[in-house]
């Protein structure tokens, strides 16, 4: 940081970065990664890090697949650039459209290419309206989503999202939008409420917002099968069938955002499939990549394509899309990406090692600074607590998380904290002795974090 031209004394004094405290950024420096191999990473000086949140929940096939590095280099030496724009297409972006529509539930059958998970959203609230406009139904156009759902940043997408920080001194939510309880008994069923009441409970709520809205108002219902960066928060039993059915009766249609869970993350290749649910709509992105290069993927029913298709007619076009729709070098990149997934059998892998890792993570329930230890397949979550037998947040909030964060570093370790959540997403290949180095790497890291918070007050325990 203090040596003068420096990565870390150039990015401080040039680079805004996304999710950062500027102030903090610019007076300590950023840590400089350099290079990466199988779940590990390496910064500037040479410490080792095993990457347990595979970068951001994203990178499936880990930080060295040769393989997609020649994807790339060849797509790039053949034909670095073209669009999709005005009936023109290339290989890589029919091909991965193909097998994309042969990857998801059946009743998918088309698909968009966008750059990123927020742009893909945005694109969804866009198809919606305008397949809504060209039903004749004009008045049909608010979303309903969750709170602490994910969905990205922009003005839409962002507006979808259900969390505070993304909204704060944004202006948003700025499209109509009514954000539901957030479906996570531990944090949010009534004491002593079941987790199928708790269930009925949703249910009952989205029906009573429906009533209270006007079905002929509400177009779409938007959620993550298992919500991610809100906190890894798995859906009480019974959830997503009961939106569905109620969803379905009110010509609502659903949206699955699997931007996190798609590709084998939940043990199966799509959420949809975990957790029963058969989407109008899904939105993929992150490990269709292993996100080695920026790129998100919208499938849609044949009933929302049909729509939207006749309207184009009509109209002479979809005037909608991105310069990078469908990029070649993305979608080459992508197909490889699956091609080693499918080959290597990652989702088979996702799911037994995420047993393991569920299993070996569910060891900390006993410790008394954890309250809940939760997830599906390859994602989990340690929930931290002032007070388990009492459910007390630390105050403030996620000091011991933030601490937990920071210091996972000293031990090689990389995870994210949600607040006072311990989240965990390693990559796709990690193998049975790295999820328990992950696991015995968080150890250490969470005594130091008990006597941290002992320390500073903020556990009696
Ligand atoms: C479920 C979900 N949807 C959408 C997004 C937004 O994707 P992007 O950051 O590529 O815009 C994310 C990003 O984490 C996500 O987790």
């Not at 193909?98 to 009743?107: E, H």
């Not at 962002?158 to 700025?174: E, I, V």
């Not at 090689?412 to 959540?421: P, S, W, Y």
């Amino acid at each position: 940081m203090n040596v003068p031209n420096s990565t870390a004394a150039l990015d401080a004094a040039a680079h805004m970065h996304p999710y950062t405290n500027a102030r903090k950024l610019e007076a300590e420096g950023p840590r400089v990664m350099d290079h990466g191999k199988g779940v590990r990473v390496y910064d500037e000086q040479g410490n080792e890090y095993i990457e347990a949140l595979a970068g951001l929940w994203s990178v499936g096939v880990g930080f060295s697949q040769q393989r997609l590095a020649d994807a790339a280099a060849a797509q790039m030496a053949k034909l670095p650039y073209y669009h999709t724009f005005a009936q023109k297409t290339h290989g890589p972006a029919a091909r991965l459209a193909d097998k994309l529509v042969s990857l998801t539930p059946d009743n998918l059958t088309r698909v968009f290419f966008t750059n990123s998970g927020s742009e893909a959203n945005d694109t969804v609230i866009k198809m919606v309206w305008f397949l809504n406009n060209a039903l004749g139904r004009p008045e049909k156009k608010k979303f309903i989503a969750r709170k602490n759902g994910y969905h990205g940043i922009t003005i839409a997408s962002g507006s979808l999202t259900g969390l505070p920080w993304n909204h704060t001194d944004f202006d948003l939510p700025a499209i109509p939008v009514t954000h539901l309880t957030t479906p996570h008994a531990y944090g949010f069923a009534e004491e002593g409420e079941s987790e199928e009441d708790f269930a009925q409970r949703l249910a009952d709520e989205l029906e009573a917002t429906i009533e209270a809205e006007g079905a002929d108002t509400i177009a779409a219902f938007i959620g993550e099968p298992l919500i991610g960066a809100g906190g890894v928060l798995v859906p009480p039993k019974g959830y997503w069938e009961k939106v569905q059915e109620i969803c379905r009766r009110h010509d609502i249609l659903i949206v699955a955002d699997e931007v996190i869970t798609g590709f084998g993350r939940t043990g199966k290749m799509f959420a949809c499939e975990t957790f029963g649910i058969t989407p109008d709509i899904l939105v993929m992105s992150k490990q269709l990549t292993s996100s080695y290069m920026p790129l998100a993927a919208i499938a849609l029913s044949d009933k929302v394509y049909e729509g939207i298709a006749d309207h184009t007619a009509k109209l002479g076009t979809f005037g909608h899309g991105f310069t990078g729709s469908g990029h070649p070098v993305a979608t080459a990149v992508g197909l490889e990406n699956l091609a080693i997934i499918e080959e290597q059998d990652l989702v088979a892998n996702a799911a037994a090692m995420g047993k393991i890792l569920q299993a070996e993570l569910a060891k900390f329930a006993d410790h008394p600074m954890v309250g809940q230890v939760r997830g599906e397949g390859l994602i989990a979550a340690v929930q931290l607590m002032a007070d388990k037998a009492t459910r007390t947040k630390f105050d403030p909030e996620g000091t011991v998380g933030a601490y937990v964060f920071e210091r996972a570093h000293d031990h090689g370790l990389i995870i994210r904290n949600i607040k006072d959540a311990i989240a965990f997403c390693p990559p796709l290949i990690i193998t049975e002795d790295e999820v328990r180095e992950v696991v015995a790497r968080f150890g250490r890291t969470l005594d130091d974090a008990t006597e941290f918070a002992r320390k500073e007050g903020l556990f009696a325990g």
